[in-house]
């Protein structure tokens, strides 16, 4: 367990800012508490000041987790956003897409969204923009990718692809093993 | 020549009418052998014939057939113009023709196969590959579409035990050409057939032939009831005394219902309603003219009430899945970025499916009772299939034929006796068939009757004893029934009866119905003694004695609804009833309302409806195990019934039977929404009623609740209100009052019953909430409460003997409520009283107090911050400790926020971070704080240059204000002089005037030329206003130097408002060095100087202005300057607006 290097924290807060914007730096300074980032066994973890302080009595082969894993760095230190971030992400959320319930198990198995299946977008969405995928009762779902800007949304066929899938909740089940 | 005759067909036209076949034939079988002639005559509407024309089948050769075309056509014969042409064969022969050819084709056809294969001998598998042909060699191999090979199945069959042989390619792929079979088709001759004439109008529409006038729909009506009374009677298998019955096919339809559902709902109970209630409306007394009123609006309730159910549900199912629908519509919608979903109404959505299910389910049961045609107890026929349940549809159906034709003979007095006797005879009917009915409800429950519910446990659960409760209602009705039928016929057969006093009948009742109930047993005993048995059965358990509260509740409520018209009184005459005083109370009750409707006619109503209604709740018990429903729809209608009874009294009469029937129909939930809720369930109870309406009391009921039958409802009203002639009035009550005094008296019972209940239900309520009362209680209790609590004042005195129990209910839920209250309530508290964190130890006491003194404003809360002076000894330790892992958080997030800050840069555009820091500033900026230091920057410096300034300007001021009057006279003056002076001084200045190429250079220069030219002081001015008619600045200017005062900020009065209001001291200094720095281009020009040295000294510092104007004749260096000069400007002009702008826009 360690604090990011800058440049780790670089390329995870690049990621981060595709999907929350400006946002991030309410992750970074909360006025409700000291929160850091920690990276431990590759993964990228948000703590508050006191759980740090509590996992820091934990020896590091022994941790499995602390507070909440944003993701991981992978080997080509590139960051990759675990499902686990939803719930902090998604209230920061710029651009949101609403999916139907009919795609909506499409998407939670890890399926990308047609078009045939998306409710709603944001507004001035562009494309490969980061995107917080909800459900149309407004459950956030997971991550996404627009695969296509919004006006283009308009003019595509009803099964092109109109947001890749990044991360969704149905990662709790499928991946429970790999999500700490 | 034979040979190449053929049949043709022809046109004849243009014949005279008076022509015959024999004629025509005659006419042209000297061209062939004519073998059809077909003469056709088409007529005016008046039946005058305009056209006549013939077709001719004729064998003939085609000269033959030219020769006749021109030999006859457009010949006149026997008074017409013959026209002939070739016409069509007729379809019929082209038909013939067609499948003969067909049929030869195929016989051809099948030969030539035979023979082709028998002559290949080879098993051709693609011919043969038509569905359904076994693969040869392999058995159990089929051929099926596309040549596909299936296997055949051997199934075992569940039922028979039997093998079943399943062969595919006749299920699946079996798609077969039709159209080639023509072998046994139907024959030609038989494709033609002609409507026989019926009398019935349908036929004769069929026929074209419309009756001119309407008919009229009363005579409809009349007939139908003739019909149904007449399939009743059938159905009963019993002599009927109605005139004129005809054989039923209204019986069919009834016995055909179970089977088909859907369809007679829509009709059948409509039609049966309609009937009934005319009926009823009838037997009121009122005129025939107001059947048709009610009539029609019954009709189109039904219809309503269809389509409402329709429209319900989908908007139901549209609720559910709005969201859907509308992004089915469309393909998505775009939002914006700071759109917030109505988290609200989402999160509702799953609260309002479940509504929108269990109102389905409701529905379900409410169409499911639509379903059974007019009877409930069919579809348990059907269900059942025991001749006992047969036996009871027929009695329910007696039983409403019973009513109505009780009523309609009391309408048709001359029949009445016989009336009385058939009544007789079905009550007797009845009574054989009331047990039937009985056994069958205990069958089904295993608790029937009264002396069941005796037997059943205690622990039943509510929803059983609902159920018995429903059953011992319905055997309770139908004994009353009995009784009141007893008692009507005694009363008849010994007296006329169309005298029937309400004493007499009462007393009759009395005399008679014990001797039934002896006779008879339990059935048809004194209703007394039924609520006793009763009333006995249930002794001990309470809970079912609640359920029998529920049953006898209706009755009682129609008791109230009645009440209402002589307030208190009537339930005086009930409790005294309760002494089983009852001829003379029932008497007094009879005479206290005499004017309004009796009570016997009330009581009727409810009998009838309790009675009809129960096979329906039989139904719906079966399907619905809701059983806490019923009582909360009660209280919800209750109300309503009473809003209905406000209006009118007499109408109230009417009403409170319904009243007290649709208590007990409401069986959805749903009290969250109360008025669409009401029309819900209104709609809802119409539905499940109307089936169980072959009474028609629903039917009557209908338009009297639903809103859109509200002028049916007056009609209805008003009818109640016609004075009823006393005779027939008292004919109604016969046949009703004893079934109502009886109803008193169990209402009477059941009210103290209920009070006792209330009693230990509170008692029991009371004890629950000490013991704490599980918190798991279904909500929908709670919310049965809730409504019970709102409902109860609303429904107060409609029923005020309910009100205990719900109140006793509603207390108990409120304490439920209660309890959940304190709890939470203690939680507060609880947290209440926790000592805040920052108040804890020493220091946080410290600062409580010091927070106490200051109020809550924010501003004025005392921070851990002023604690901190006093408390650092404490402080500092733990402030140490943490200090360094603080401090390195700290760091790590300023990091991270610097890196957040790059990443922002780079993933956003940066102009928005900037811009926000921007902003921060310029905010600051607004709000200038003098006493803050770095804010003195903002301050300016040189205060007392901008006041000299001021001083300067005002002056300036006032000086303009003087001198342009000075100079307009001078104009006016000096006008006509000058330009012969500019001419001249044109002439002289010719190498003055060549340099100059802008105006303003020229106006400057002619301003240095003057003094060389001119001489005269005072046309000088004048010179200069004519050439700078314009620019007060020059007349500024004149005058400076006329007043011949040394200026040092003359170029501040030129430059000066602009450039000190924009711009800092700074620039103005840059630009005066730059001006000086001018110079030089003065240099080039110093002859001239001299010249002017009368006006200008050689230094005068006021040329300084002019020097930007001013360019030398080849001066290179001073255009260079000034072109540096303007670009300098520039650029800081753009930088500036660039900056401002910036600055202005984050905002």
Not at chain 1, 52 to 73: E, R
Not at chain 2, 937 to 957: I, L
Not at chain 2, 1086 to 1114: A, I, M, Q, Y
């Amino acid at each position: 367990m360690r604090p990011l290097t800058e440049e780790e924290t670089r390329v995870m807060f690049e990621k981060i800012a595709k999907y929350i914007g400006e946002n991030l730096q309410l992750l970074v300074d909360r006025p409700d508490g000291t929160y850091c980032f920690r990276l431990h066994n590759d993964r990228v973890y948000y703590v508050s000041e006191k759980i740090l302080k509590l996992a820091a009595n934990i020896s590091g082969d022994k941790l499995v987790s602390l507070g909440t894993c944003f993701g991981k760095f992978t080997k080509t230190h590139k960051f990759r956003l675990h499902i686990t971030a939803l719930d902090y992400l998604a209230p920061y959320a710029k651009y949101k897409v609403w999916i139907k319930p009919g795609a909506e198990q499409s998407f939670l198995y890890g399926n990308h969204v047609l078009k045939s299946g998306l409710g709603r977008i944001t507004e001035s969405t562009c494309q490969y923009q980061g995107v917080v995928v909800y459900s149309m009762a407004d459950v956030p779902l997971g991550f996404g990718v627009a695969a296509k800007s919004t006006q283009d949304c308009r003019k595509v066929d009803p099964m092109a692809i109109v947001v890749f899938h990044q991360a969704d909740i149905g990662e709790y089940v499928r991946h429970e093993e790999t999500l700490t | 020549m034979k040979a190449n005759r053929e049949v043709k067909r022809l046109f004849v036209g243009g014949l005279g009418q008076n022509i015959s076949k024999a004629d025509l034939q005659n006419q042209f079988s000297r061209f062939g052998e004519v073998s059809d002639v077909e003469i056709i005559t088409r007529k005016d509407d008046k039946g005058n014939p305009q056209k006549v024309f013939a077709y001719i089948n004729i064998r003939v050769s085609e000269a033959d057939l030219h020769k006749c075309m021109s030999v006859l056509n457009k010949t006149k014969w026997k008074g017409g113009t013959l026209q002939i042409q070739l016409a069509k064969e007729s379809f019929l022969h082209r038909l013939a023709q067609e499948r003969e050819a067909a049929k030869a084709k195929k016989e051809k056809s099948a030969i030539g196969n035979t023979s082709f294969l028998e002559k290949m001998g080879v098993v051709d598998f693609h011919v043969k590959a038509v569905p359904g042909t076994e693969v040869p060699g392999h058995k159990n191999w089929v051929v099926s579409k596309f040549g596909r090979v299936l296997p055949v199945l051997h199934l075992k069959n569940q039922h028979k035990r039997k093998i079943m042989k399943y062969d595919p390619s006749k299920y699946c792929h079996n798609l077969k050409k039709i159209g080639d079979d023509v072998t046994n088709v139907t024959p030609v001759s038989h494709l033609t057939w002609e409507l026989e004439g019926g009398d019935d109008p349908m036929s004769k529409k069929r026929r074209g032939e419309f009756c001119a006038a309407h008919s009229s729909p009363r005579k409809r009506i009349k007939m139908q009831k003739d019909e149904v009374s007449a399939a009743f009677a059938a159905a009963r298998a019993r002599p009927s005394r109605v005139p004129g019955s005809p054989p039923p096919p209204r019986q069919g339809e009834a016995q055909e219902t179970p089977c088909d559902p859907v369809t007679p709902t829509l009709h059948v109970p409509a039609s049966h309603s309609q009937k009934l209630e005319n009926v009823f409306v009838q037997t009121s007394g009122v005129g025939t003219t107001r059947n048709r009123n009610p009539m029609s609006d019954d009709d189109t309730d039904s219809e309503e009430e269809i389509r409402l159910l329709i429209a319900r549900e989908e908007s139901l199912e549209k609720t559910v899945w709005s969201s859907v629908d509308e992004s089915a519509n469309e393909p998505f919608e775009v939002v914006r970025g700071d759109f917030k979903p109505d988290v609200h109404t989402l999160r509702s959505f799953p609260g309002l499916g479940d509504a929108s299910c269990l109102a389905g389910e409701d529905e379900v049961t409410g169409t499911d009772c639509n379903y059974d045609s007019g009877d409930t107890d069919e579809i348990i026929a059907a269900k059942k299939k025991s001749s006992k349940v047969k036996s009871r549809t027929e009695f329910s159906q007696t039983e409403m034929s019973d009513h109505k034709k009780a009523l309609k003979n009391i309408k048709n007095w001359e029949l009445s006796d016989h009336c009385v006797a058939a009544q007789k005879g079905k009550t007797n009917m009845e009574l054989a068939v009331s047990p039937g009915a009985t056994s069958h409800s205990s069958s089904s429950r295993g608790v029937g009757s009264a002396s069941e519910s005796t037997g059943s446990e205690e622990d039943e659960e509510y929803s059983a004893l609902m159920k018995n409760c429903l059953r011992v209602r319905l055997t309770l009705s139908d004994l009353e029934q009995l009784a009141g039928g007893d008692l009507q016929a005694p009363g008849q057969d010994p007296g006329s009866g169309d005298q029937k006093i309400p004493a007499k009948c009462g007393r009759a009742s009395k005399s008679q119905g014990t001797p039934g109930g002896l006779c008879r047993g339990r059935q048809c005993i004194h209703p007394e003694e039924i609520v006793a048995a009763l009333l006995e059965g249930e002794e001990n358990t309470n809970e079912k004695q609640k359920p029998n509260e529920n049953s006898l509740k209706p009755k009682f409520q129609a008791f109230k609804g009645v009440g209402c018209l002589y307030g208190k009184e009537s339930v005086k005459t009930l409790k005294e009833r309760v002494a089983s005083d009852n001829t003379n109370e029932d008497q007094n009750s009879l005479k206290l309302d005499p004017s309004s409707l009796s009570v016997a006619k009330g009581s009727p109503y409810a009998n009838v409806s309790s009675s009809e209604l129960t096979p329906l709740q039989h139904a719906k018990k079966a399907s619905d195990p809701n059983q806490k429903q019923p009582e909360k729809r009660q209280s919800t209608f209750e109300s309503e019934d009473h809003k209905m009874v406000s209006p009118s009294s007499l109408e109230s009469g009417n009403r409170s039977p319904t009243s007290s029937l649709l208590p007990l129909k409401r069986k959805s939930l749903s009290l969250h929404v109360k008025t669409s809720k009401v029309g819900f369930d209104k709609d809802c109870c119409h539905g499940t009623r109307k089936p169980g309406e072959g009474s028609g009391r629903n039917s009557l009921l209908a338009p009297a609740e639903a809103p859109e039958g509200s002028s049916s409802r007056a009609a209805w009203g008003s009818s109640a209100d016609v004075p009823l002639p006393v005779s027939s009035r008292a004919a109604v009550r016969a046949p009703g009052k004893p079934a109502d005094d009886n109803e008193k008296r169990l209402a009477a019972l059941e009210q103290r019953w209920r009070a006792k209940e209330a009693r230990k239900q509170l008692v029991r309520d009371a004890l629950a909430d000490l013991d704490g009362r599980p918190e798991d209680k279904p909500t929908h209790i709670i919310f049965d409460s809730d409504s019970d609590a709102e409902e109860t004042p609303a429904g107060e005195q409609s029923r005020r003997g309910e009100e205990p129990v719900k109140e006793a209910r509603s207390r108990a839920s409120g304490k439920l409520f209660d309890s959940e209250d304190e709890e939470s309530g203690s939680e507060d508290d609880s947290h209440r009283f926790r000592i805040k964190p920052q108040f804890e130890g020493r220091a946080g006491r410290k600062l409580m107090d010091l927070q106490s003194h200051f109020g809550t404003d924010d501003r004025f809360r005392m921070d851990s911050r002023f604690l901190e002076s006093d408390s650092e000894e404490e402080q500092e330790e733990e402030n140490d400790r943490r200090t360094a892992e603080q401090e390195e958080l700290a760091a790590e997030t300023l990091k991270a926020l610097n890196i957040v800050q790059s990443v922002l840069r780079t993933s956003l555009s940066g102009s928005t971070h900037k811009g926000s820091v921007a902003a921060k500033e310029f905010k600051d900026v607004i709000h200038y704080d003098p006493t803050r230091h770095d804010h003195a920057s903002y301050e300016r410096k040189t205060d007392d240059k901008p006041k000299e300034s001021k001083a300067k300007r005002r002056k300036k001021r006032e000086e303009a204000e003087k001198l342009p009057e000075v100079s307009k006279e001078m104009y006016y003056n000096v006008a006509a002089d000058l330009k012969e002076i500019f001419q001249t001084t044109k002439v002289t200045s010719e190498t003055a005037d060549e340099t100059p190429s802008s105006e303003n250079h020229h106006g400057e220069k002619v301003k240095v030329q003057k003094p060389t030219t001119l001489t005269n002081g005072a046309e000088q001015p004048g010179g200069f206003t004519f050439s700078f008619f314009d620019s007060d600045a020059k007349d500024v200017k004149e005058d400076t130097y006329r007043v011949e005062t040394v200026r040092t900020g003359t170029v501040f009065w030129q430059g000066a408002p602009r450039v000190q209001d924009s711009s800092s001291e700074e620039e103005d200094v840059t630009e005066e060095t730059e001006d000086n720095e001018a110079g030089p281009g003065e240099v080039s020009v110093p002859e001239k100087e001299t010249t002017r040295f009368f006006f200008f000294s050689k230094n005068d510092e006021r040329l300084h202005g002019c020097d930007l104007f001013w360019r030398g004749v080849g001066s290179g260096i001073s255009r260079n300057s000034w072109e540096a000069r303007t670009n300098n400007l520039r650029i800081d002009c753009r930088k500036k607006h660039k900056d401002a702008k910036r600055r202005v826009k984050p905002k």
